[in-house]
């Protein structure tokens, strides 16, 4: 089993930063990718930004050029900061570890509000 600890999210204002940070725990013999992905109330979730073992990067169009994922694998911590937030970021955001099993946090909720 692995375990997945969620830290950050909250209320910013639009235009403003958040980090997240998870970290994975447990049984872990190899870590394919890590990421995070978000929900919006109402759509389907979707993949904000992922890295394989290979250290290859994906980002959603969306938030191209405004997020940017971490990984540290010595730690197993995949971080993912996130600027110039936009209201259309409101969402739920799961981390998500892939071992060959898909593994989820619980979500940590990020609102973009003045």
């Known amino acids: 089993q692995v375990q997945l600890v969620e830290s950050g999210g909250g209320l910013v204002q639009p235009g403003g930063s958040l980090r997240l940070s998870c970290a994975a725990s447990?049984?872990?013999?190899?870590?394919?990718?890590m990421g995070w992905y978000r929900q919006a109330p109402g759509k389907q979730r979707e993949l904000v930004a992922g890295?394989?073992?290979?250290?290859?990067?994906d980002y959603a169009d969306s938030v191209k050029g405004r997020f940017t994922l971490s990984r540290d694998k010595a730690k197993n911590t995949v971080d993912l900061q996130m600027n110039s937030l936009k209201p259309e970021d409101t969402a739920v955001y799961y981390c998500?570890?892939?071992?060959?099993?898909?593994?989820w946090g619980k979500g940590t909720l990020v609102t973009v509000s003045s």
């Open positions: 998500n570890v892939y071992t060959g099993i898909n593994y």
């Open positions: 447990g049984s872990i013999s190899v870590i394919y990718a």
């Open positions: 890295i394989t073992s290979a250290d290859r990067t």
